[in-house]
């Protein structure tokens, strides 16, 4: 497959995010004048783990991270859900050597923050200057000629065409979609990081666990090389709750939610940080179709934010990035190229928001008899990946 564009464009980038960066690296690659507005002072990401299934792989492969990606992260060999107060495997499937032999990619477990260093590696090591901090978009204003990207400090920067790929609250999304509609999903989700060190040894093997149970769920996987736990609780509530990934909340209110559930379960919240505790709204919004303007583009969570129960917010984003540059190296008319892209993308990712808005609740079940029943129908939901969600490339994908 060629990225080589026929015709280079000075593209212009509003977010150094996972989505951001993976685009202007493809980008670079391609021959294209690339430069990359990030509001952030400072170069990093909120800590968390992160999943990269091997429809995103492929395309980090051709940013030559395959090799780095496997010494920072961590491939499970499967996942179980187990009941909430008797432990019992309630539901399991394997990843594992499975997923790379079906695949071609591995299955990569990570701290965010290590894959954002690699991929910022990745842009800089093609051109130093491309990144610049302390660059807060605005807006834009487009002509038939070319486009104005508008910063909060006054200044104007142009070019042939702008990617917005800042992230749920985007303000190029705003300009091109309208204001936004989010709707409260009644969950709220729990996060943390706890060094291995910190746990018993034989806690949990070298796979995902879920523990379901009524009213909420928590989410265990290992990050890098089993170094760090993470854990992700999503839980039903009422009460008010801001949509930020970086609000702590009381780990006091993070125990009383899982009281009684299951001893390990106890032993991971005992063990996390008390003042590390994030606790953020999960909110819906539906899908829309139009993600273009005649020369601005969004992609990743500026596009289609989705609930994160089918692990692929950042997998999308790195996918858009992917068929994205293919579509700019094409050479045609801006808005055809952009239009090429979107139509490519607008069904697999409506797919992948409706599924995991789908199994929000799955999890939740009043007694571990309704959700072994509840597990029964889910695996089929979860196999089913293999055959759609997993087995796409957007390097070779027809466009
Ligand atoms: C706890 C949690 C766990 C998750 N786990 C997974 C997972 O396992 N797998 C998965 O695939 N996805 C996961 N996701 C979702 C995933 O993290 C997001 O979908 C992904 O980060 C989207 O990438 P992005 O580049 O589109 O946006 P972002 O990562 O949000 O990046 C946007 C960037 O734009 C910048 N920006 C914003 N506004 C401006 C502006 N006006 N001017 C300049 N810069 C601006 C921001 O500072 C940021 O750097 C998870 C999300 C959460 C909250």
Avoid at 65 to 79: D, E, N, V, Y
Avoid at 82 to 89: E, N, P, Q, T
Avoid at 191 to 214: Q, S, Y
Wanted: hydrophobic share 45%; glycine share 10%; net charge neutral.
């Amino acid at each position: 497959m060629t990225m080589q564009a026929a015709r280079p464009l000075d593209v212009l980038i509003v977010g150094a995010g996972i989505g951001g960066l993976t685009a202007a690296g493809l980008l670079l690659r391609g021959g294209h004048k690339v430069r990359v507005f990030e509001q952030s002072k400072v170069l990093g990401e909120v800590g968390a783990g992160i999943q990269v299934s091997a429809n995103a792989g492929h395309v980090l492969d051709l940013l030559g991270l395959r090799a780095p990606l496997r010494t920072i992260s961590f491939t499970p060999k499967g996942w179980l859900s187990r009941g909430y107060l008797s432990g019992d495997v309630v539901n399991e499937f394997a990843i594992g050597e499975d997923h790379e032999i079906r695949h071609g990619f591995p299955y990569c477990m990570m701290h965010r923050a290590d894959l954002h260093g690699l991929l910022v590696e990745a842009v800089r090591a093609q051109d130093r200057q491309a990144i610049r901090l302390g660059a807060t978009a605005t807006g834009y204003s487009e002509m038939p000629t070319g486009v104005t990207l508008n910063l909060d400090d006054g200044s104007v920067h142009h070019g042939d065409v702008l990617i917005g790929a800042d992230g749920v609250k985007s303000v190029i999304r705003r300009q091109i979609v309208g204001p936004d509609q989010p709707v409260y999903s009644g969950l709220a989700a729990w996060r943390g990081l706890i060094p291995a060190d910190r746990l018993p040894k034989d806690i949990m093997g070298p796979i995902n666990t879920t523990f379901v149970g009524p009213g909420r769920h928590m989410v265990l996987y290992w990050l890098g090389r089993q170094k760090l736990l993470n854990f992700v609780a999503p839980v039903e509530t009422d009460m008010e709750v801001r949509e930020s990934w970086t609000v702590r909340a009381p780990w006091d209110d993070l125990k009383a939610d899982f009281d009684g559930w299951h001893p390990v379960v106890q032993t991971v919240i005992d063990a996390a940080d008390r003042d590390a505790c994030y606790r953020w709204a999960l909110n819906i919004r539906k899908p829309v179709r139009n993600w273009r303007s005649e020369r601005a583009v969004v992609i990743g969570d500026a596009a289609h934010p989705t609930l994160p129960f089918l692990a692929q917010g950042a997998a999308l984003a790195i996918e858009d990035a992917g068929v994205l540059s293919r579509a700019l190296a094409t050479g045609d008319a801006v808005p055809d190229m952009l239009e090429r892209f979107q139509n490519a993308r607008f069904d697999r990712t409506a797919r992948v928001v409706d599924g995991a808005a789908r199994l929000a609740k799955m999890n939740h079940q009043a007694s571990e008899q309704a959700l072994r029943t509840a597990m029964r129908n889910g695996a089929d939901i979860a196999r089913e990946r293999d055959g759609w969600l997993y087995n796409y490339n957007p390097m070779t994908v027809d466009f």
